[in-house]
């Protein structure tokens, strides 16, 4: 079993597993998880809204959104303790939390081709999917903490409520800014 589905069956197993095996990384290595996860954004995306793919249209797609990986680097990095730096180095952390993306990239890979289509599929099987996501990465995102930096359970419940409501406030942040969210809003209470 990929470590990936290991974390959405048994995240505190998985991580205790992978911590074990702790290999220091180089920078550029620690970058593949996080890679992955933009190239599934720029697949998804692109799926989604052409309903084909293309190289150069998943590449300039997955290009465009990498903003949202380096936001979610520098939300990991801001919330990651330096405990257990020194045995498996930040690079090495910082693979092994982007592998807590695997729910949403299932989902976003399935949402995708489930995208709405000329037949007109309803989205709200999508919506209500997505809530598989949205209660699995809490729970392994604080098995990350547990494990990997070995804090007790409320060290890692207050690290990954910090977490989520960084990630959360940058996705309606930039989600707000695609659908200009705010001055509609403005106008609504003015």
Do not use: K, N
């Amino acid at each position: 079993m990929s470590p990936e589905i290991g974390l959405i069956v048994a995240p505190d197993r998985t991580y205790a597993t992978l911590a074990a095996r702790a290999r220091r990384l180089g920078f550029v290595r620690a970058l593949r998880r996080p890679l992955l996860v933009a190239l599934v954004l720029g697949t998804s995306m692109a799926l989604s809204t052409t309903r084909h793919v293309t190289p150069a249209l998943v590449f300039s797609t997955t290009v465009m959104l990498y903003v949202i990986v380096i936001g979610q680097i520098l939300t990991a990095l801001a919330v990651m303790p330096a405990t257990r730096a020194h045995t498996i180095g930040r690079a090495r952390a910082l693979d092994l939390f982007f592998a807590s993306h695997a729910p949403w990239s299932l989902w976003l890979l399935a949402a995708s081709a489930w995208a709405p289509s000329p037949l007109g599929r309803p989205v709200a099987p999508v919506w209500a999917a997505a809530l598989v996501p949205v209660v699995l990465t809490p729970r392994i995102i604080a098995a990350y903490f547990r494990q990997v930096h070995e804090l007790d359970r409320r060290q890692a419940a207050v690290r990954t409520v910090v977490h989520q409501i960084l990630t959360w406030g940058m996705f309606l942040a930039l989600y707000g800014a695609a659908v200009a969210i705010w001055p509609r809003m403005l106008q609504v209470v003015s």
